[in-house]
């Protein structure tokens, strides 16, 4: 019970909300204030000072923070030896993943590694590049896979996969029969975005800029959320995007879409593993990094 507890209190320190801890936690906010209450009645003392919706740790808090970082390390380290001995992967994996990686690549890398280690506990958080970088920082994720470049110098930095975005159509479009398009064609139809703070975005405004060609050029109708919401609009014919050649393999294949090249310009991009530098690995993650470099070549 005070494990529990302990873990509310971390994720409440780190996301300095009551709120967005509990969501993060997957309880109500109710829920978490009786387990902080319940360790402020165990220690007998105020572990957060409470002005209006802002929170900030008292020195009690400061010093239980300290030491159950500590016992935390201390779990993950005793976990991954006894796994050692006994030859046995298990524990929690909380992976985190860029839209496109999390949508279209690793939802079978995940099932494929779950067969080898079944007592493994894996969680997928699913969010834009920027959001999921930020909660690798917060140690809320002990692995993610992003679409780069990420320069924080806070983080460990490999390359998994080269990725190529490309220009999808609707088959029914007059671009659907061309070997290609010029960059200046672009400005005729309108233009659906993957919203700011996303791999994709940022990718897609960079080498547009490199040519001189910034995305203010382009008849912006839409910015969405997720690259499935993407495809259905242009397979809607409600305009034509830019997305990763993973992402819409199937419906090219079915003819549900169509790439047309544009002549002036490549969108190359990789798609890269990142973990806080630092944070102690629990055997279940090092598995993990282990098992995408074996994957690489068949994806």
Known sequence: MLNDSIRVFLTVAEKKNFSHAAKALSLTQPAVSFQIQTLEQYYGTILFDRVNRNITLTAAGELLKEYALHMNKLQSELEREMQKLTGKVKGELQIGASTTIGEYILPRLIGSFKKKYPEVMVSLEINNTLEIAKSVLENSLDIALVEGPVTNSNFIVEDFLDDELVLIVPPTHPWANREEISIEELKEYPFISREKGSGTRSVTEKAFNKIDFPLTN???????????????AVINGLGVAIVSKYAVAEEVRLGKLVVVPIKEIKFKRKFIIIYREGKFQTQAANKFLQYLETQKEYI
Do not use: F, Q
Request: net charge positive.
């Open 218 to 232: 382009l008849k912006i109708n839409m910015e969405l959320g997720s690259t499935t919401a993407i495809k259905a």
